[in-house]
């Protein structure tokens, strides 16, 4: 198995690679695995002309980087991320104004997972992580994403706060969710083009970030935990965008 190809793991995010056209190098399936969803997906890769392997349970588990492979590992190049002109671009090819996801100091692969498959959920045109102190997209974001790095394109850039103003020079408003916000989600504006900047769990957004951002908002809190997860976080500030721009 070469050290250059990442892995996919797991029926649906295998299903949804497959059905996108992301470019597969070998399937290994769990030998014996003759009912369910796997048979589309052995129909399919062989199809493709995918090589498909069969092996022992316990040689999936042994390359298995998520401990949830469902009896089927993919072998892929590692993920290309795209640049910010091409998240602009499909937004204009849509004739939408641009809806962007940025994601500050993010380090749980399954948050990342889970907030990339949101953003395709609402409707947003890509999602911003840094490239340091940050998760990268690997085999658990792949599995938590269900797919969604098939569709939406992940952006990786050497500085957030640059990137922010770029976004800012191109017409984008920039709302970062911080408790220290004057306003809460549901009292912003986010018709227009917009971006949304959600911070880690245990840190939030970093100062230099917040600085960058045109608005803070609070999510309400009324119980005893002051905080939320951040994919939670990020998924009501994602669906409360996508509300107001009658996404839906």
């Known amino acids: 198995m070469s050290e250059k190809n990442d892995r996919i793991e797991g029926r649906n995010p295998v299903a949804e690679a497959l059905r996108s056209g992301r470019q597969i190098d070998k399937l290994y399936v769990r030998r014996g695995e003759k009912q369910g969803s796997i048979i589309p997906i052995i129909r399919q890769a062989k199809k ?18 998520t401990g949830s492979h469902q009896g089927v590992i993919a072998l892929v190049p590692p993920i290309e991320y795209a640049e910010l002109d091409d998240v602009l671009n499909i937004a204009e090819q849509k ?17 990342l997972g889970s907030v990339i498959r949101t953003a395709n959920c609402a409707g947003a045109h890509g999602v911003i992580i840094p490239k340091h102190d940050s998760v990268s997209v690997t085999a658990a974001v792949e599995k938590s994403a269900a797919g969604a790095t098939a569709y939406t394109p992940v952006v990786r850039v050497n500085n957030l706060s640059r990137a922010i103003e770029e976004l800012k020079r191109r017409g984008i408003w920039v709302t970062g969710a911080d408790a220290a916000g004057d306003r809460s989600v549901y009292e912003a504006d986010l018709k227009g083009p917009a971006a949304i900047v959600i911070g880690s769990e245990g840190q939030g957004i970093s100062r230099l970030v917040a600085e960058k951002c045109d608005f803070l908002v609070k999510i309400p809190m009324k119980g005893n935990v002051n905080s939320l997860n951040a994919s939670v976080a990020a998924a009501l500030m994602i669906y409360e965008c996508a509300r107001q721009r009658n996404i839906f």
């Open 48 to 65: 493709q002309g995918i090589i498909v392997t069969e092996v022992d349970g316990a040689k999936l588990d042994e390359m298995s980087e």
């Open 95 to 111: 004739g939408e104004p641009p809806f962007i996801v940025i994601l500050d100091r993010i380090n749980d692969p399954h948050n």
